[in-house]
């Protein structure tokens, strides 16, 4: 990633102008926009959002511009900036790996996008991520303009994050929006129906309450971090194999077999270790998972389908 610390010095000077540009994202509704001249427009739902906010480019000679030449996932991609290849994750985002439900999906909806686009890159302060990836928003120029990254959150083909970044606000609520409306990733059983079924929706299973442990605490008690998934339907539900995750998706935990919910019943998921028993399990995390900023709890079935999503803010 020898470019990435050049093209960076370059976004900083530039990235509250270049995220003013007009950003138009269909059928969603308006939320918090980065620049310093806003003027939001109020729509109901289902209505789209024309525009949010307009603001001239900076000179030419301050944006930083690739030609997009690669799409890896659903959200990192490969472009030429200045002559040299970088590879770039999109901020915020974070989409299914390809060998899970809905990756492929994912590829395809950033690449329909971005393939042979010459796209803007800004970055938020954060030059790149942990595996040495540029961090950037992915804006195509155009009347109107899109923010890449808030597309594909807004057409459901990744997970919004709640890592801080400064949209973080706005693509939360596209997020929302994306599940109530089943739009992609979260549409029902669209990675096929386990065991063949037929049932023309997904079981009324739902998180419930939630516990935080308090993380600054000298003694970190992860039996006070715990979930329940409770079962709103009228008959039992066996979750086995089924797949409890963060936003992330570097926490996961497959429910064992045997596992199933009762009609009217609840499961609780302890983050600490500790034995199963009826309807406690314990994830055995060596340490906290949900108690840290934001997170989203994702259920999904054997087969991927999502089938409860519930995304929070810890309250301090």
Do not use: K
Request: proline residues 5%; aromatic residues 4%; contains cysteine.
């Amino acid at each position: 990633m020898g470019t990435t610390g050049t093209v960076s010095d370059t976004m900083r000077r530039t990235l509250t102008t270049v995220l003013s540009l007009a950003i138009i994202v269909g059928a969603c509704t308006s939320g918090p926009s980065i620049g310093p001249d806003e003027s939001p427009e109020t729509t109901l739902p289902g209505e789209s959002l024309s525009s949010t906010t307009g603001v001239t480019l900076p000179p030419a000679e301050e944006v930083v511009r690739g030609i997009v030449d690669g799409v890896i996932d659903g959200d990192t991609i490969q472009a030429v900036v200045n002559g040299q290849r970088i590879e770039i994750r999109l901020i915020g985002i974070n989409a299914p790996d390809g060998n899970e439900c809905y990756g492929d999906e994912s590829r395809t909806a950033l690449a329909s996008l971005v393939t042979g686009q010459t796209v803007v890159l800004a970055s938020d302060g954060l030059d790149a991520d942990s595996a040495g990836r540029a961090r950037r928003y992915v804006l195509i120029e155009g009347d109107p303009a899109v923010l890449v990254n808030a597309a594909l959150v807004s057409s459901g083909a990744v997970v919004p994050l709640h890592d801080g970044h400064l949209m973080e606000a706005d693509f939360l609520l596209r997020g929302d929006q994306a599940y109530a409306s089943g739009s992609g990733m979260w549409g029902t059983f669209v990675c096929g129906h386990p065991n063949g079924g037929v049932s023309p929706d997904r079981p009324q299973l739902r998180i419930g309450d939630l516990s935080f442990a308090p993380i600054d605490a000298d003694d970190l008690d992860l039996t006070a971090e715990w979930f329940q998934i409770v079962n709103q339907s009228y008959t039992s539900v066996d979750v086995s194999g089924w797949t409890v995750r963060d936003e992330t998706g570097r926490h996961r935990l497959e429910l064992p077999s045997g596992t199933a919910i009762a009609a009217g019943g609840i499961l609780q998921i302890t983050t600490a270790c500790g034995t199963n028993t009826g309807g406690l399990l314990h994830w055995c995390s060596d340490s906290a998972i949900w108690s840290t900023g934001g997170n989203t709890i994702i259920l999904q079935d054997q087969l991927g389908n999502v089938v409860e999503r519930r995304s929070y803010n810890v309250t301090p």
